[in-house]
């Protein structure tokens, strides 16, 4: 360690470079066992947060969706904080959704967004109540 | 060596993914520490490509024949189980030559291992580098597993893919070595503390070995820490390894946390209190 290093660790702007590689290692050890790259857990992670704000109204920005890995067992860890649960029509929409969802329509996320036109979501235009 | 054998022999692969962390050397002074505590050891080459084991054994000028010849029946197996001369407990089967890089099939490897395990009571499989062929030949008799790593993150990395790929063949127990461990580096967390490794790989740990210059030496002239009984660091982590693997229990200290002088003390004070370093 050198007096720099040791200086920016005294100050707490640098984590100990083991602590880094134990961070660096899980995370790439978690993507390693389960075969999933970034790309396509972000894919995921996206088709997560659209079923699950069918039924409540959650925190995009704070919505995280990770591999996390014990005992060599990996699992996918979801942190979506709630705001609300949604209306009663919401959730009944939800549910034809779900029926629909079976049939391959790309249209069917963007008909779940509409009972929630208050709320921001990532559809620039919401699609026709009918 | 006698024919007969009471127990069936204990057939494990020492293998770690990564090249150049160890496995070669732990072959070598596990083999001739299980040879000193009585047991018939015999260690096989399975990195026939680049063989090193007679090497590091300093076996390297009386290898005549290998497991090549004795499935071809050219020779019998006495014949190519060369006899470590200080420690008659030993011998060294090299699988085969480095020029025929072909000949060897998991099938070879199975049916030669089981031969050999007839006279022995542990059979030590030097597993090349890599998760390919080599690997998967070597891997092909084994019934247990060392996995010997360093505390370094693609070394680590690398041991996840080999147990990752012995689990899916159902060898068991494996076990862990973690090797070159630098007790100052991870009291300063500036190294993969021991919990961190044992934590990621989810091993039991069967040997901590810690960085020792006598491993280099004892490279140099061919003679494994464990044959001339000295008493250095890496030498007695040899020993307690092949010691726990007979079934003794000897406790496993951290070495990043053993150490007593003020100044160590002083500075896990420090740590403790006021969450630095």
């Not at chain 1, 978690?30 to 992670?45: I, K, T």
């Not at chain 2, 247990?144 to 012995?166: F, K």
Request: proline fraction near 7%; hydrophobic fraction near 45%; include cysteine.
């Amino acid at each position: 360690m050198t007096l720099f290093d040791f200086i920016q660790r005294l100050l707490g702007r640098q984590k100990p470079s083991g602590t880094m590689a134990k961070e660096r290692l899980q995370l790439v050890l978690a993507h390693d066992r389960s075969d999933l790259n970034p790309e396509l857990l972000e894919q995921m992670r996206r088709e997560i947060l659209e079923v699950v704000q069918r039924y409540v109204e959650i925190d995009i920005e704070e919505g995280d969706v990770s591999l996390e890995t014990e005992d060599r067992v990996t699992a996918l860890v979801a942190n979506l904080p709630i705001k609300r649960a949604r209306p009663l029509p919401a959730l009944v929409a939800a549910a034809a959704a779900v029926g629909m969802a079976q049939a391959p329509d790309p249209e069917a996320p963007q008909e779940l967004a509409v009972p929630l036109a208050s709320e921001p979501t990532e559809d620039p235009a919401p699609a026709d109540p009918d | 060596m006698d024919a007969v054998t009471s127990a069936p022999a204990r057939i494990i692969l020492i293998c770690s993914g990564k090249g150049g962390v160890g496995k070669t050397t732990l072959t070598a002074n596990l083999g001739i520490a299980l040879a000193r505590l009585g047991e018939r050891t015999v260690v096989l080459d399975a990195d026939f490509g680049l063989r090193n084991l007679d090497l590091l054994l300093g076996l390297e000028n009386r290898i005549v024949y290998t497991a090549q010849e004795v499935l071809a029946e050219t020779c019998r197996l006495e014949q190519a189980l060369v006899k470590h001369k200080q420690e008659p407990n030993l011998a060294l089967l090299p699988a085969g030559n480095p020029r025929m890089l072909e000949w060897l099939t998991p099938e070879d490897m199975q049916r030669i291992v089981a031969m050999v395990a007839e006279r022995a009571d542990y059979v030590l499989i030097d597993c090349p580098a890599g998760i390919e062929d080599g690997f998967k030949n070597a891997a092909a008799a084994a019934r247990e597993a060392i996995v010997i790593t360093t505390p370094e993150v693609s070394a680590v990395r690398d041991a996840d893919r080999v147990i990752g790929l012995l689990n899916t063949r159902g060898v068991a127990p494996v076990q862990l070595v973690l090797n070159r461990v630098r007790p100052k580096m991870m009291a300063s967390q500036e190294m993969l503390g021991v919990e961190d490794v044992t934590d990621i790989l989810a091993l039991p740990l069967v040997g901590l070995v810690v960085e020792d210059e006598q491993v280099i030496v004892s490279t140099n002239r061919g003679e494994p820490l464990t044959l001339n009984g000295n008493g250095s660091p890496a030498a007695k982590a040899y020993q307690n390894i092949a010691r726990r693997l007979r079934g003794e229990a000897i406790p496993l200290e951290d070495p990043s946390k053993a150490r007593k002088g003020l100044r160590a003390r002083l500075m896990n004070k420090i740590r403790k209190t006021t969450g630095l370093f």
